[in-house]
């Protein structure tokens, strides 16, 4: 499982719908706004590289601002339509609105032989955005539908985390999104905790 790629940006929630979710953080601060890991043009193509959605290389050069909104409208749309399935039963326009995004065809991908005689993917034709958002919801979509998976849906156990990822650990036993991130928080704090009450 990676933790972290391509900086801030992360790849460990299981499921690339569930990676996506994650490029919105809760206020670092109560009170405070939300952070923004997609906050430009280039930073979403570092994410659909990260995510595998992209080939290495690909320079998405077609990725700009309309395709950064589009890509968050996305992101809120799977935040609303995961959490409720967790709690209950998302809203029936939310499902009609991940489904028509999952109907556009995703870019075909083909393998190209390399000069040293591997092969790598490479798109077949530019993608366009549609079919790239396509292939987050159809992720969401194959999600939702699977009830092994939907059973390892869980939220981070983190103090300030929303975020939700897919527990596949061995008994099904995994705490936070992250044990190099919330996880090393949460040791950080009992560790200071521990501390606070040896000195009293």
Do not use: K
Request: hydrophobic share 40%; aromatic share 4%; net charge positive.
């Amino acid at each position: 499982m990676a933790a972290m790629a391509f900086g801030d940006l992360r790849f460990d929630a299981g499921r690339v719908c569930l990676d996506l979710a994650a490029t919105l953080l809760p206020p670092r601060v109560p009170g405070g706004e939300p952070v923004e890991r997609l906050d430009t043009p280039q930073r979403l193509r570092d994410w659909l590289t990260g995510a595998g959605l992209a080939p290495a290389g690909c320079p998405l050069r077609a990725a700009d601002d309309r395709w950064l909104d589009r890509f968050r409208l996305l992101r809120d749309l799977l935040r609303r339509v995961v959490g409720a399935e967790l709690t209950g039963r998302a809203a029936d326009r939310d499902i009609d609105a991940l489904n028509a995004l999952a109907a556009a065809a995703p870019p075909a991908v083909r393998a190209v032989r390399t000069e040293d005689g591997g092969l790598v993917r490479r798109f077949a034709a530019v993608p366009d955005c549609a079919g790239l958002l396509s292939a987050v919801a159809r992720d969401a979509v194959d999600l939702l539908t699977d009830p092994t998976a939907r059973g390892q849906l869980r939220q981070c156990a983190g103090d300030s985390c929303s975020l939700v990822y897919l527990d596949t650990s061995r008994g099904r036993r995994r705490r936070w999104c992250s044990s190099e991130v919330c996880g090393n928080r949460e040791r950080v704090a009992r560790h200071r905790r521990r501390a606070v009450a040896a000195r009293n």
